[in-house]
């Protein structure tokens, strides 16, 4: 497609539930990032990809959080064991390179209850 | 710590005036600064950047200022239009993904 897709756009989670969020990027972008935005703040980096390599996974807030790009295309951010505390919106974006402007998706909200 | 800040949560202009947003940073190692403009229900869209070889980028309305000793940079719109009205992100990177601050929303009144 020509933009970043992101599924589901809404999900409802009970506390303790996983969920996984689906991140479709431009196709050709090599580097691939997921923000979390909670309400009233900016988004906040969790983590990145190179094709296919996480290099850099430092922003993800606790071992329930997993993400995985295995074929270098679509990538996937896991929760486990949601709690209410990870109600946010989770934002895909897709770069050419790891420099430049990012090409961000809708988002998927999540609400945790 | 914040890197990034964006001391005014909002900021509303009337139509045809000038808007001035402004973005403060702390990370010296910061070479590359943008812009981005989001609607609700929206991802944020990239607006305009400026390296910090630079002190000033222009794109039709808008025009970014760089100051690197205050480490602050601003965005200015000129003349203001009610579909401007949105949340403002400052972001910033050194060779490293986009560090956000919080948003600054601008309300445009006809």
């Known amino acids: 497609g020509a933009g970043v897709s992101q599924s589901p756009r809404y999900k409802v989670a009970k506390r303790g539930q996983d969920v996984a969020l689906r991140c479709d990027p431009i196709s050709g972008h090599v580097s691939l990032f997921w923000y979390q935005q909670a309400l009233g703040q900016g988004p906040e980096f969790l983590t990145y990809?190179?094709?296919?390599?996480?290099?850099?996974k430092s922003g993800l807030p606790s071992d329930r959080f997993f993400a995985e790009r295995p074929e270098g295309s679509v990538s996937t951010l896991k929760i486990q064991r949601t709690q209410q505390e990870d109600s946010a919106v989770y934002l895909c974006a897709s770069s050419l390179g790891p420099g430049g402007g990012y090409t961000f998706g809708s988002g998927t909200r999540l609400t945790v209850v | 710590d914040q890197q990034v800040k964006q001391n005014s949560p909002s900021l509303s202009v009337q139509e045809g005036r000038i808007s001035i947003l402004n973005c403060d940073y702390t990370n010296s190692m910061f070479d590359y600064f943008l812009w981005y403009k989001k609607y609700p229900a929206e991802g944020p869209t990239f607006l305009i950047s400026i390296s910090s070889i630079k002190d000033k980028n222009e794109d039709g309305r808008f025009t970014v200022f760089l100051n690197k000793s205050a480490k602050h940079l601003s965005l200015h719109i000129v003349p203001s239009q009610p579909g401007d009205s949105a949340v403002y992100f400052c972001?910033?990177?050194?060779?490293?993904?986009?560090?956000f601050g919080k948003g600054t929303r601008l309300s445009v009144i006809a």
């Open positions: 990809f190179q094709n296919e390599a996480q290099l850099d």
């Open positions: 972001a910033a990177s050194g060779n490293t993904p986009l560090v």
